[in-house]
């Protein structure tokens, strides 16, 4: 397929052509080429000492089974969650996982180092190649405070990705947050299903240009004057403080932000993962794409300090999200329209669009 041009020159460049999120095409390009290459959140982390915790990245679209395998000593590892002999899936909940892993298809029993210990009825030795593959550190896993990512062997690992660079950037900014014990609440746990391309809705998350129309609510608590925008290889953040100082975060001596309050950062992690952070802890979105015009994104809450919860910017998700899902479904229709327009960025507002449209282009044309 010929890709859209995207000029590196922001004032001479245009948004993605309309036809181009609904394009089968495109999205399974962007399958292979984007998601399938990319650095992945994996959410659930860990369990406890001798557990086994199934975890899936991106269901529909990816669908890659993998299991965190933690034995008795803490020492976990993210394996393939697919037997080794037929493709079983070996554990679908998370469980106590005392004397390894058995497939429940014909039997063959894992150590919770991926190993194959054992199988009767093949009536031959057992092969290295019956191991269970794994996503070992630091190639293909990497962590950060509460926050673990993987992504899966790449053919060409020059091409895309060479390291996660928006590791750094995360390090930078709020490690020292993220250095605190956070707790995983259910309770902040939600999913969404918007009728658009997932690429309609990053662009969307990447502007604060839309708050003060779409959002109400929070443009009474964001300070609009203070959004500032910054670019990294592999992603960008959006720096935000509250009005009247609500939900700052106290920064600590030396920190990049200092002498300005901050009560949220907003990351954008190439493709399509979203950390936002706040006083209280992380709030993460996923977007996972289910097909050339539909996708799904899925909510996660890591709480650092609960007293803080429902106060600032980050309080209100789920009614940002109804409404930020209704906004992104109608430019989906729009953009059917045969009359709609390749529009100009706002020079102001949309250079993260235009930066992870460049991303995304040159990911989708790589070798
Ligand atoms: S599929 Fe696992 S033993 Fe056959
Ligand atoms: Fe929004």
């Given at each position: 397929m010929v890709l859209p041009d995207t000029d590196p020159d922001i004032e001479r460049a245009r948004w993605l052509p309309p036809a181009f999120y609904a394009d089968p095409e495109a999205h399974a390009l962007a399958r292979e080429k984007v998601f399938a290459r990319a650095w992945h959140l994996v959410f659930p982390g860990p369990g406890e000492p001798g557990s086994l915790v199934p975890v899936t990245l991106l269901p529909g679209l990816l669908d890659e089974s993998l299991l965190w395998a933690t034995d008795k000593r803490g020492r976990s590892r993210l394996l393939s969650n697919a037997c080794t002999h037929r493709g079983a899936i070996l554990c679908d909940s998370p469980r106590r996982a005392v004397a390894g892993l058995a497939c429940p298809y014909h039997g063959r029993v894992f150590g919770l180092d991926g190993r194959c210990r054992e199988h009767g009825g093949m009536g031959r030795e057992p092969e290295p190649t019956w191991n269970l593959p794994e996503l070992d550190a630091p190639r293909a896993l990497r962590a950060l405070g509460p926050l673990h990512f993987a992504r899966l062997p790449v053919e060409h690992p020059s091409a895309t990705w060479p390291e996660p660079a928006f590791l750094g950037e995360l390090q930078r900014r709020v490690g020292f947050l993220l250095a605190e014990p956070h707790r995983d609440d259910p309770e902040g746990a939600r999913v969404y299903e918007v009728e658009a391309n997932w690429a309609l809705y990053v662009e969307n998350y990447?502007?604060?240009?839309?708050l003060r129309w779409v959002h109400p609510g929070l443009s009474r608590q964001v300070e609009a004057e203070s959004y500032a925008y910054e670019l990294f290889p592999g992603g960008s953040l959006q720096v935000a403080s509250g009005q009247d100082g609500a939900g700052d975060v106290a920064l600590p001596a030396g920190h990049p932000d200092a002498g300005r309050r901050v009560a949220a950062w907003y990351f954008h992690l190439f493709p399509a993962t979203f950390l936002n952070v706040y006083r209280w802890g992380v709030s993460v979105n996923v977007v996972e794409p289910l097909g050339p015009t539909r996708c799904r994104v899925r909510y996660r809450r890591l709480v650092r300090d609960a007293t803080a919860l429902g106060e600032g910017p980050g309080a209100q998700l789920h009614e940002v999200e109804l409404e930020d899902d209704r906004i992104v479904a109608s430019v989906a229709q729009g953009y059917r329209s045969r009359l709609a327009t390749r529009g100009r960025y706002s020079l102001v507002h949309e250079r993260a669009v235009h930066h992870f449209h460049r991303m995304y282009i040159e990911a989708l044309g790589s070798a």
């Open positions: 990447l502007e604060g240009f839309h």
